[in-house]
């Protein structure tokens, strides 16, 4: 009876080198290694925002209108005009437009990394989303009120110099004001991209609610039932909001409300993107 070959050796497996007192070896890195925080997050971002094509045009657009359209109206208007109105309000013609390209760049700046898929290169160097995403905000928000504040400052600036005539309004709260409102527009667009994650149906989404109001009220207004519907959407929509900041509506009307409708809904909006954020793949 033969005896059944035995199974080949494993080769031996060489211990790692060793220092002379027995310690294996450790490998540190040259490389500083630090915890990640949200100051990491807004770099990033910064570097993102300033760096894409979509926000030089956007940006570029939006100062266009604003300052262009604001130093043609003040050119054509005359000193007496602005007895009781602030020598910002050549800009609010302007804005009606410009608004449109905060909310495309608020959008851009979430929804092209879901489109391109960057978005997952993303979250692996940043694995917790509601820093990224509170990042996305801060640093749209800044550019946004930055850039807003400016042009209107400067065609309040311009009207100003060229009209001899004493404003019976002081502009620079309308400065303030008319930059944060299509700033939080803006930024309300970037929590609808968050949870749409499609350009193209997020600006859609954002035109809606920005057109629509303006447009129905013109309908129900014919009927009396829906008549006080019609009234409180002519009342806060967005061209009638941004009028009554730069001081075209009643005397005591300053658009306090409206802004302060605006920010409630754009709370609501960032709690739901931030809400889905945690729960949805991408």
Known sequence: ?????????????APGPQAASGTPYTYTSPIPVVRTHLGHALASEWTKIKSVRSTMWTLGVFLGLVIGIGFLVAAQTGDQEYGDVPYTLPAFFGL?????????????????????????????????RHRVLTAKLLVFFAVAFVVSALAIALVGLFTEATHSGAGGVAWGGTVVKGALYVSLLGVLALAVGSMLRHSAGAITAMLGLVLVPAIMPAFLLLSQSLRPVGEKMLDYNAPNALAKIFHMGEANETGTAQLVLLAVVTAAAIAGAFALLERRDV
């Open 1 to 13: 009876m033969t005896t059944p070959p035995s199974p080949p050796q494993q080769p031996y497996a």
């Open 96 to 128: 009606i437009l410009g608004q449109i390209c905060l909310i495309t760049l608020g959008v851009l700046v979430v929804s092209s990394e879901y489109g391109t898929g960057m978005i997952r290169t993303t979250f692996t160097a940043s694995p917790q």
